[in-house]
């Protein structure tokens, strides 16, 4: 996801190509395709059951931003239709509903972390771009407020087969991240996450690598000899590993 956040004209998608996307029968290709998308339109398409007071309360949500859209369409579901339609929804063309899984998953609030990280787990692993972003954004502020058993469970997912469920390990709490509200005691304490990020600091994807290299740049904002010291161990460990070297420069970036 980008950072901008207005919505995109109609005009700059096809016609036929945005009535598909609308009625839940394709996936967007990228960020403008997610943007033009109309919510209400797609709820009826995809999910009417909610009924038509949900759906006019996503028309007034039309002109917000996307993630605050995200937000809201988790609620309206959970309060409307209710957990059991989730199956229903991970199983939808359409990515955009998918990611509105996210955010049911997200809403609710009398999960254990665990339980709600499973619940993630497959929208983590998704093959769309678009539908991982929204998985760990649903679920950060779950993430942030049970830190240390999260932490915990996450490091095992440092270690899965999947690049893309080893990336969220990160992903989900970078200390700063973008669109999302920083996790001060990861601000204060980055070698909390030790845990998930010892596993990854020689990952051979680039997917992982790229949001290990920034979390670090995250804490280097505010713990930067923290950073410059754990990347001079990694270096020393592994002088010639290509993965760790590329981690080690995307992290060091903005320190001089």
Known sequence: MAKSDKMASAPQIDGERLRLLNNGAIETANLTECLAVDFATLMRATLPEIGTK??????????TGILKRMTVTGQLIYEHVG?????????CPSDTVRGWGCFLIGSIETMSIEDRLDAIAPLADDHHFGVREWAWMAVRRHIAADLQPSIDYLAEWADNPSERIRRFSSESIRPRGVWCTHIAALK????????????????PAHYVQDSVGNWLNDAAKDQPNWVRSLCQRWLEEAPDNQSTTRIVRRALRSLK
């Open 54 to 63: 949900a759906i006019n309360m996503l028309k007034q949500e039309s002109q």
């Open 83 to 91: 957990p059991a339609t989730l199956p229903h929804l991970l199983n």
């Open 188 to 203: 204060q304490e980055p070698n909390l996450a030790l845990p998930i990020l010892e596993p990854l600091h020689a990952d």
